[in-house]
């Protein structure tokens, strides 16, 4: 619903005036309702359920706060002169947390259905857009296409990237095409309230940056559960007032999610250094585990998007008798463009540990995304069992 705070009602939507009429209120005797803002739930966003069910997230009145802070000088530093465009759904945690710039700081937000690539850069040009957060596909879309050179999106000064991190090559690629831009990493859940951890800036080193306000991180042994030091690898977790209060109905994996100590388990893989720099390598879930190797789907992608025939990249463990798991990559190649597999394994040699080399290549038209354009690796692994079942 829409409600319009003046103005007559449209056809999409009422206005306040409408909605008072509707019943007997007596605002001499209005009061706030009272509750605990740590306590009582103000939203339930679900998460994407790209490797189970969508789970219901219950973020509380304080939670909720959170964008407000980090929206500000401690993080986005929105203001009034700001134009942000949103291809990412209201109903997902990025989307949510762009109200705290509207709201909190009057900047303008601009929403687009989904990611359309000459829409967005029409959208930019047109209402000279200045600030987007988008995910690592997009920066890769970005730095692979020629459509730049149709339009003029010089008013982008600040791209803030999430979802994923980004090495320290795809940065400098994206920097030295778009050099009118600054970029910085953000790192966040549904379950944490949006942003967590942000890059410093003029930050290039690949880093997803230190934590926010309010907040704190340690990195865990992912068998042990005990905390480990600098450049040693591990699940990151974070507590403070952004942690949501669990899931909607769901008992047993809200004790899986947050711990005795009341830290979330971010199900994520990283590591901090000795400047309390925090990495991460890719979901736990995502990790191939080959010969006692751990390998990163997102680093294979990332290799392969280095290509110049490559448009689009999805990497996935496959079941495999000798090695447990190994890696095999869907490649969408731009059009016109034609390359052997073994061309691209070869490639791939130059920039990847023998261990990490991909064993399949297979094309594909598009590679599934989820709603904020992430690879859905699930669909993939579902595409490849297809494919080897008709054979």
């Given at each position: 619903m829409i409600i319009l705070f003046n103005g007559e009602p449209q056809r999409d939507a009422t206005n306040l005036e409408s909605i008072l009429e509707l019943g007997d209120f007596n605002l001499e005797k209005f009061e706030l309702e009272k509750i605990d803002p740590k306590v009582d739930i103000a939203l339930i966003l679900y998460s994407s359920g790209t490797t189970g069910m969508p789970k219901g997230v219950l973020l509380t009145h304080a939670n909720l706060r959170m964008p407000f802070v980090y929206m500000g000088s401690d993080g986005f530093e929105s203001n009034l002169s700001d134009i942000y465009v949103q291809v990412t759904p209201c109903t997902h945690i990025i989307g949510t947390m762009m109200f705290g710039a509207v709201f909190g700081y009057g900047s303008t937000l601009i929403f687009l259905k989904k990611f359309e690539p000459e829409m967005l850069l029409k959208t930019i040009e047109k209402y000279k857009v200045n600030k987007v957060m988008f995910v690592p596909q997009i920066i890769l879309f970005l730095i692979k296409t020629n459509l730049l050179e149709k339009y003029d999106i010089s008013t982008l000064t600040k791209f803030y990237c999430g979802g994923a991190m980004l090495n320290k090559d795809t940065v400098d690629q994206f920097l030295n095409k778009m050099k009118y831009c600054k970029l910085q990493q953000v790192y966040g859940l549904t379950e944490t309230t949006g942003a967590t951890i942000m890059s410093p800036k003029d930050d290039n080193t690949g880093s997803i940056g230190k934590i926010m306000p309010n907040n704190r991180c340690k990195i865990v042994d992912i068998l042990t559960g005990k905390a480990v030091g600098p450049n040693e690898i591990g699940e990151i977790c974070i507590i403070g007032d952004s942690i949501c209060n669990g899931y909607h109905n769901r008992e047993d994996a809200t004790r899986e999610l947050i711990d005795d100590d009341g830290f979330v388990h971010t199900?994520?893989?990283?590591?901090?250094?000795?400047?309390?720099?925090?990495?991460?390598?890719?979901?736990?879930?995502?990790?191939?585990?080959?010969?006692?190797?751990?390998?990163?789907?997102?680093?294979?992608?990332?290799?392969?998007?280095?290509?110049?025939?490559?448009?689009?990249?999805?990497a996935i463990g496959i079941p495999d008798q000798r090695s447990g798991e190994a890696p095999c990559a869907f490649v969408v190649l731009k059009e016109g463009h034609t390359v052997s597999p073994e061309d691209l394994i070869s490639f791939t040699k130059n920039y990847l540990s023998s261990y990490k080399i991909p064993k399949q290549i297979i094309y594909i038209d598009e590679i599934p995304k989820n709603q904020i354009c992430k690879n859905n690796r699930k669909k993939l692994l579902e595409l490849w069992k297809t494919m080897n079942v008709s054979k």
């Open positions: 199900g994520d893989v990283g590591y901090y250094n000795e400047n309390e720099l925090i990495y991460v390598i890719d979901r736990i879930k995502d990790i191939i585990k080959h010969k006692g190797f751990q390998v990163s789907p997102a680093e294979i992608e990332t290799v392969l998007m280095l290509h110049d025939s490559v448009e689009d990249v999805g």
